[in-house]
């Protein structure tokens, strides 16, 4: 089995910080491309950022010069640093991790619980 666990989130105030991190574990054999979505109420999911397994990012632009993901390999770990917070940023966010289970050649999407961001005015 492979699991994703999401921590960091939590309640700010505008112009404040957050670091979401997200932890593969499980029986993993390799990781490709790792992501944060968000989902706020009543919008749909949305990419936020994503990162491959080379370092390559990108951001939707509503986050672009505040957030930075990042990842490290060896721990099968995604980060999002988050500043510059503002109460729009507000939702529940997903990390999502491409991986192919150890002994296998197919890789799967699999998805965290979420975690709740909320920025207050």
């Known amino acids: 089995q492979v699991q994703l666990v999401e921590s960091g989130g939590g309640l700010v105030q505008a112009g404040g910080s957050l670091r979401l991190s997200c932890a593969a574990s499980?029986?993993?054999?390799?990781?490709?491309?790792m992501g944060w979505y968000r989902q706020a109420p009543g919008n749909q999911r949305e990419l936020v950022a994503d990162?491959?397994?080379?370092?390559?990012?990108n951001y939707v632009d509503s986050v672009k010069g505040r957030f930075t993901i990042s990842r490290d390999n060896a721990k099968n770990t995604v980060y999002l640093q988050m500043n510059s917070l503002k109460p729009e940023d507000t939702a529940v966010y997903y990390c999502?991790?491409?991986?192919?289970?150890?002994?296998?050649?197919?890789?799967?999407?699999?998805w965290g619980q979420g975690t709740q961001v909320t920025v207050s005015s």
């Open positions: 999502k991790a491409v991986v192919r289970a150890s002994g296998t050649y197919v890789y799967y999407g699999y």
């Open positions: 499980g029986s993993i054999g390799s990781i490709n491309a």
């Open positions: 990162i491959t397994s080379g370092g390559s990012t």
